[in-house]
């Protein structure tokens, strides 16, 4: 994302301001009401008066929040245990809900066709090879029913683990919903991943089931997940079933393995349809388990509460972000990414999904955008290097696929460039909601984000979400002012904070990575900064940062300027250790048939210092065949960084391609 100090004529005026044709933030002033009428707090008709009266009263806040979104459960009059500490703070603490009852809250009956779409259509499926489905909101409860009775025809009970290997489909969000259903822990990645990838995470919470598609397409191919899924099933002996949804061409079970394998046909065949029923769980009962990459060891495994997630997801989706039973969501997303989770909540606002699985460019970039068209999708959620990509390549959606259902384009993943930004009301949709969005796996949700009441600046989110009162500070914890980057902090306790790690009995693993490095404040490892418009600037991961005589220079700031040099596709940046100091060296793909010279070096060393400063210039460009990245899309400058600087890489599982990094250890421009 752009640095405040950054600008040019343009950023004189916002990107997006609300449209006075679209009644912009009625859930939000709802709540707004809700408050002023119960606790008497007079606030002012704005965003601003809202989110500070939700971080100065957090129970009361998040008790509105439940009772605004009509939660199912039971509240319960308490709203907060401090505890001790932030760590040990409980929202709710006398709350029953389950969340499975949420999700499926919308039961319309078949009402059938109208305007050439089905208009109680709970999710739309659409795959790349051109598979389509769709479940209206009581096929989808009576499908949760039929699971919810295979679970617990399989023993799978309360506090019991469902893993699953599983595409972007609706049979994942069913299953997902089953499990939380019986109070059971769902846990899931995509299935590009490798075996050794899935056991580091599957193993450590020894699940009682494994769930996996036969197969997948990508990129224009079939991939057979079957032997992985059997090498996955003989190095669990926790399971008690394993369960494969078949694909195209691929209905044969996997063979091998200490389990029997059934297909999803035949292990749902004995249970007719019916409704559900809930038993309601604790509001701290756990609803799944994701996994943080992580730098060492074996990736950590973080349990999320059910009540506390859902309340933050109906915060962002129905208060930030405007959806309700009117809306389409479509994310671009793995099963393997918490932007899954989020998404799947959408259904407890009565939201639609509408779901793709496969590559966002095949057969070209406009993919997403012929589906959001086609679909009516309102709401469309995609990363910065995908519509970097789609600039790359010259096209131009809001000419050839314009979408006029659309009012919120979601972006996260990575830091949004301004001109990225500008591209996007430029060539994409020229009057969108640009919705850039931070947070991450660890709260399972935004810190730093977008409201619909604000403009949107060029390069900067709107705003720190409702509840979280986050903070940028130096290197002592000590609050800077707008215009100087420090580290993300939130300084008090909200829901979806983790439950805990997955086998770290007595927590000292979980408050070493969030409320260690400074003490009573959550530290999320995020370098920010505020602007002078209220808004934020996220600048790259603090742990990932350059730091050359001293000076400390998030990443992301040279790469939006590299990114403005032709020929250059991606880059990425990090630290190497050189006579006691540190060198930038930016490693860069060039577009196929490019070739790096002096030219283009000069040309990437000049935009560098003419736009930021002598400091960021590196002091080593290098042609990369291919840059590390996580299964979630993500750059590792760490993995990059440990080669370089002649250290071991941790968990190289968590790496989709590997393979790249054999190319790092042997560089010669890196030892002169």
Request: charge should be negative; include cysteine; proline fraction near 7%.
């Amino acid at each position: 994302m752009t640095s405040p100090g950054d600008t040019s004529p343009v950023d004189a005026a916002p990107l997006w301001t609300p449209s006075p044709d679209r009644v912009a933030g009625a859930r939000l002033w709802d709540l707004l009401d809700v408050v002023n009428a119960r606790h008497g707090a007079g606030l002012a008709r704005e965003y601003g008066a809202l989110h500070a009266w939700s971080v100065a009263n957090p129970g009361e806040f998040w008790a509105a929040v439940w009772d605004v979104a009509a939660v199912p459960g039971e509240r319960g009059e308490r709203l907060v245990d401090p505890g001790a500490d932030l760590p040990s703070t409980r929202f709710l603490p006398d709350a029953r809900l389950n969340v499975a009852e949420a999700l499926l809250a919308r039961d319309d009956d078949v009402v059938g066709v109208g305007g050439g779409e089905a208009s109680n259509v709970a999710m739309a499926f659409t795959g790349e090879d051109g598979e389509s489905a769709a479940l209206t909101w009581t096929e989808l409860r009576l499908l949760v029913g039929r699971l919810q009775a295979a679970l617990r025809a399989a023993g799978v009970g309360s506090g019991d683990r469902v893993a699953a290997v599983v595409t972007n489909r609706p049979e994942a969000y069913a299953l997902m919903a089953a499990t939380a259903s019986v109070g059971a822990v769902f846990t899931s990645v995509s299935p590009d991943f490798g075996a050794d990838g899935i056991l580091d995470r599957f193993a450590q919470v020894t699940p009682s089931l494994l769930v996996g598609v036969g197969s997948y397409v990508y990129g224009g191919r079939r991939f057979d997940v079957r032997p992985t899924l059997a090498t996955v099933a003989e190095v669990l002996p926790s399971l008690r079933a394993a369960v494969m949804i078949a694909g195209a061409g691929v209905d044969d079970v996997p063979s091998g393995g200490g389990t029997g394998w059934v297909t999803w046909d035949d292990w749902l065949a004995p249970h007719p349809a019916a409704a559900p029923a809930f038993e309601r769980f604790p509001f701290d009962h756990p609803w799944y388990v994701l996994y943080s990459s992580g730098t060492t060891g074996r990736p950590k495994c973080i349990v999320h509460r059910a009540g506390g997630v859902l309340l933050k997801h109906l915060a962002e989706h129905q208060l930030q972000h405007d959806l309700g039973p009117a809306d389409r969501l479509c994310y671009f997303t793995t099963a393997g990414w918490m932007m899954w989770n989020w998404q799947a909540s959408a259904l407890a606002s009565g939201t639609t999904l509408v779901l793709y699985d496969g590559s966002p460019f095949h057969p070209d970039g406009n993919r997403l955008f012929e589906l959001a068209r086609d679909a009516g999708v309102t709401a469309l959620g995609v990363s910065p290097r995908l519509l970097d990509a789609v600039r790359q390549a010259g096209l131009r959606p809001a000419e050839t696929h314009p979408m006029p259902a659309l009012h919120t384009l979601f972006c996260t993943g990575s830091p949004l460039a301004a001109e990225t930004a500008r591209f996007v009301h430029d060539a994409v949709a020229p009057d969108v909601h640009l919705a850039a969005i931070s947070g991450g796996t660890d709260l399972c949700g935004v810190i730093i984000g977008a409201e619909p009441t604000s403009p949107v600046w060029p390069g900067e989110m709107q705003g720190a979400a409702l509840g979280m009162a986050a903070d940028v500070v130096d290197a002592d914890g000590t609050s800077l002012p707008p215009g100087e980057r420090g580290e993300l902090v939130v300084r008090n306790a909200f829901p979806s904070m983790p439950l805990r790690f997955w086998g770290d009995d007595d927590g000292s693993r979980y408050r070493a990575a969030y409320f260690e490095r400074f003490p009573g404040v959550w530290h999320h490892g995020d370098f920010a900064e505020r602007t002078e418009h209220g808004g934020w600037v996220i600048t790259g991961r603090s742990d990932a940062t350059l730091n050359p005589g001293g000076v400390r220079i998030g990443t992301a700031e040279i790469y939006r300027q590299v990114a403005e040099v032709e020929g250059v596709v991606e880059s990425l940046a990090i630290g190497q250790e050189a006579g006691g100091d540190s060198r930038i060296v930016l490693f860069v793909q060039l577009a196929p048939g490019l070739v790096l010279d002096d030219a283009l070096r000069d040309a990437i060393r000049s935009r560098i210092r003419s736009r930021l400063s002598p400091r960021h210039v590196p002091a080593v460009v290098v042609q990369a065949p291919d840059l590390p990245r996580t299964r979630s899309g993500k750059l590792s400058e760490l993995a990059v960084r440990d080669v370089v600087n002649g250290r071991p890489v941790p968990n190289t599982s968590a790496l989709a391609n590997p393979e790249s990094l054999d190319f790092f250890a042997d560089v010669a421009e890196l030892r002169e």
